[in-house]
Structures are given as structure tokens and as C-alpha cells.
């Protein structure tokens, strides 16, 4: 059975802190998607990756096909990157994503 | 901007009643999605369609039909809504390119509430 893991489900960290989110998949993968949804709000896709890493301002992606897992790091957090992240992955075969269960983050002031 | 774009934001219904969700996109995208997000539970794919007029279950179907009669609208359809539809919906769209899988686009969802 295709399955996305994330952990941690929930992380709160302070103003400044570096944080990692973590995603882990089965074999076979096509490409994997992180997504952020604020609270009350509509989803947003972060990035789209198959190898190596992508960056964009303080947040980073980086996924591991060998090890099948991904990692989403923010740098310099503040509290408006306070929000659930996702990852989804696109298993070979198959146009439809395998979503994981999310993270919640909180950063405080 | 790519836009997809859902007919309410809000909704209330009573048990029983026919209740129809729109989903429009303006960037011409083959394939759209409906999922509906639950608390601990995350986003669970309701049905998709990959081309107009064609539809594909998705991991819950049970109670809900769609439509695509036009390339940017899918309308996900509860033919008799019940309490436990009680839900977030949300609409997706992806256009192909090649054999590159690109980004999903969401919609800004629909709460509906069946009382």
C-alpha cells in the first residue's frame, strides 16, 4: 500500500528557531509536493520536487530518493509561517497524490 | 495567476437535501480532483477527472456523484447529504506537460455543514 508518513505532527518553536518537517513514502514515488494551509485558509502548493533540493526565500526542500524521504526546513521561523505543512507524493502510475496527515506548526513571538 | 475557484465558501444543509459544489479553473487543466479534509483524518480524495466527461473514484465515493461537462468546471454532487458529509471540500486542478507531474492548485474550500 502507497503511504506518506509525517513527523512530526505537531511543533511549536520559537521566533528565530530552524525547523525541520519530515516526510517519508514507499518505493516507486514520481515526484513529491509540499503544501502549506494557514488556518482557515486554502491550500498552497510550497514546492514540487523529484531530486535534490529547491529553495524559495527561507524555506527549503530537500528529498532523498534512496532513503525515500524528504525534509522541509524554514529558516529564521516567524510567526506567519505559523500553519499545517503537507506533503503528497505522486507514486509511478498514478495521477492522483497520496496526501500525509500534516504538520502543525506554531511559532511563537 | 492560476485560479480555481469554489462556489461557496460557507454552506448549511439540511439532511436529505441535494447539494451541489462548484469548482472552476482558468488555466485549462485536464485533470481536477475533489477531496474533502477532516480533522486527524487529512485530505481524502472523493473523485477526480482526468478530460471531460470522465470521472474516476477516488478512495471515498460512497455518496457522492460529479460531473464535468465543460474542460474547467467539476461539480461534485450529494444526492441526499447526511450528517457525516459534514466537511471541508476542497477542488484541486493539475494540468499535464509531457510526463511531468507539475503542482496541484487548490481551491479556497467549501465548509459545508449538514444539519
Known amino acids: 500500500k502507497n503511504e506518506v508518513e509525517q513527523s512530526p505532527q505537531n511543533l511549536t518553536a520559537q521566533e528565530g528557531e530552524f525547523i525541520t518537517i519530515n516526510c517519508s513514502y514507499s518505493v516507486g514515488i514520481s515526484a513529491l509536493h509540499w503544501l502549506q494551509q494557514h488556518p482557515g485558509g486554502g491550500i498552497v502548493s510550497l514546492f514540487m520536487?523529484?531530486?535534490g533540493k529547491k529553495k524559495h526565500g527561507r524555506l527549503i526542500a530537500t528529498i532523498n530518493i534512496q532513503e525515500k524521504h524528504s525534509s522541509l526546513h524554514i529558516t529564521a521561523s516567524h510567526p506567519r509561517d505559523s500553519a499545517v505543512y503537507i506533503c503528497?507524493?505522486?507514486?509511478?502510475?498514478?495521477?492522483?497524490?497520496?496526501f500525509g496527515t500534516g504538520t502543525r506548526l506554531t511559532i511563537i513571538p | 495567476d492560476v485560479k480555481v475557484t469554489q462556489s461557496s465558501r460557507y454552506l448549511v444543509k439540511r439532511t436529505g437535501e441535494k447539494v451541489f459544489l462548484e469548482c472552476v479553473q482558468d488555466m485549462d487543466h485536464e485533470n481536477m480532483f475533489w477531496y474533502r479534509q477532516d480533522p486527524g483524518l487529512g485530505l481524502r480524495l472523493i473523485y477526480f477527472?482526468?478530460?471531460?466527461?470522465?470521472?474516476e473514484k477516488g478512495d471515498i465515493p460512497e455518496g457522492y456523484s460529479v460531473s464535468r461537462e465543460k474542460k474547467e468546471r467539476f461539480s461534485l454532487i450529494l444526492e441526499s447529504a447526511s450528517t457525516n458529509q459534514t466537511s471541508m471540500y476542497l477542488c484541486?486542478?493539475?494540468?499535464?506537460?509531457?510526463?511531468?507531474?507539475?503542482?496541484?492548485?487548490f481551491g479556497p474550500g467549501t465548509r459545508l455543514t449538514v444539519l
Open positions: 477527472s482526468y478530460d471531460v466527461k470522465m470521472k
Open positions: 520536487l523529484s531530486s
Open positions: 503528497a507524493a505522486y507514486y509511478f502510475g498514478n495521477e492522483k497524490l497520496t
Open positions: 484541486a486542478s493539475w494540468g499535464s506537460s509531457g510526463e511531468t507531474y507539475n503542482e496541484q492548485f
